[in-house]
């Protein structure tokens, strides 16, 4: 989590100030990996006979195949539709076989403070349609 992001984007001075100086100490970084709920997700697949969404870790057409063929009915995407909103269309036909997400987390630490949007300026960005 970039702390010094998510400090800038509160409102409360008391809260900024305690995250810049504590935040690294209250939130752990965790390496992001791809499908990092499956395993949690496999034990509630085989306790339910519900349609399911699985939620966590997809970037790839490859994981979002996994997450299909472990049987759950619907794949979920938040940062990598943040990063390219066109992305199912351009998986659909081809052109990618997943999202250029970097996960620095940088979406996450601003949308608590105005709308969700991506927060890589080194990326390259996508074309509007």
Avoid: W
Wanted: glycine residues 8%; hydrophobic residues 40%.
């Amino acid at each position: 989590m970039p702390i010094r992001t998510l400090a800038r984007g509160m409102d409360e001075r008391l809260l900024k100030i305690g995250t810049a100086l504590f935040g690294k100490l209250l939130i752990r970084s965790v390496p992001f990996e791809e499908l990092y709920f499956l395993p949690e997700a496999r034990v509630v697949r085989q306790a339910v006979a519900l349609p399911l969404v699985y939620v966590g870790g997809l970037l790839s057409r490859r994981s979002m195949e996994t997450a299909l063929g472990e049987g759950f009915d619907v794949v979920q995407l938040a940062r990598a539709l943040i990063t390219e909103p066109d992305l199912l269309e351009r998986l659909r036909t081809g052109v990618c076989e997943g999202s250029r997400c970097r996960t620095t987390n940088e979406c996450l630490a601003v949308m608590y403070s105005g709308p969700a949007r991506c927060g890589q300026p080194d990326r390259d960005p996508v074309p509007p349609r």
